[in-house]
């Protein structure tokens, strides 16, 4: 089957680094998605990896492993307009290509 | 100007009611999603159009109905609503069909839908 698992909450304080994990289970892999999802809106695109390694972009980097199913979301210089739900979400070719969403992880930054 | 715009953003209703939410989307792509948040925030995919016509259809139930009378909207319908069918639902779209080749999926703000 297929499976998202990404940690339910994590706290960071504002200022520091906060790595966020997901390891995904699937067939027909065709790229990871990480969106932003702030308390009462809806999911923005953060980054998209499909190849391995690191992708940067401003404060917020991507990072993907395929052979290991795992990929992570790194958060530099921590603000506090950064408390939000990361969700994670897998493409599969298996599934018309349809995303496979992980349940986020609520991120809190403390000041 | 919104990208995926959704109405209504609140709605309330009674058991049994039948309802609908429009969706608009004006940034010319060809398909265009129904997506269910429940309460423990999982993200489930329920329809999608590419122009126009059904591509995914998931495990929903047949009270549950959309519309896309053209490329740029798509509607859903919901009839005899139940208690369960409280949730956020958002439409969404993108350029192409699916997440193939990084297809950005750019979402409306959603639509509270408590049944009481």
């Known amino acids: 089957g297929q499976n998202i698992d990404q940690p339910t909450e994590m706290t960071a304080t504002e200022g520091a680094i906060v790595q966020i994990n997901c390891t995904y289970q699937t067939s027909g892999f065709n790229g990871l998605f990480w969106y932003q999802q702030h308390a009462g809106e809806a999911p923005t695109f953060l980054s998209y990896n499909v190849l391995d390694g690191l992708e940067e972009k401003g404060r917020f980097s991507s990072f993907l492993s395929r052979s290991k199913g795992y990929s992570y979301l790194l958060l530099k210089e921590l603000q506090m307009k950064d408390s939000a739900s990361y969700l994670c979400a897998v493409s599969s070719a298996d599934s018309n290509y349809q995303l496979i969403w992980g349940a986020g992880t609520k991120l809190i930054i403390k000041p | 100007d919104t990208a995926v715009s959704q109405t209504p953003k609140y709605l309330v209703t009674q058991m049994g009611n039948d309802k609908s939410i429009k969706c608009e989307q004006n940034l010319g792509h060809d398909t265009m999603y129904w997506y269910k948040q429940d309460s423990k925030k999982f993200l489930k995919i329920m329809f999608s159009y590419n122009n126009k016509e059904l591509i995914i259809n998931e495990t929903v139930p047949n009270r549950f109905s959309p519309k896309s009378p053209d490329k740029a909207h798509l509607n859903l319908h919901i009839n005899s609503l139940e208690l369960g069918d409280s949730a956020v639902y958002f439409c969404?779209?993108?350029?192409?069909?699916?997440?193939?080749?990084?297809?950005?999926?750019?979402f409306g703000e959603g639509s509270w839908l408590t049944v009481v």
């Open positions: 969404a779209s993108s350029q192409g069909a699916g997440s193939s080749s990084g297809n950005t999926i750019y």
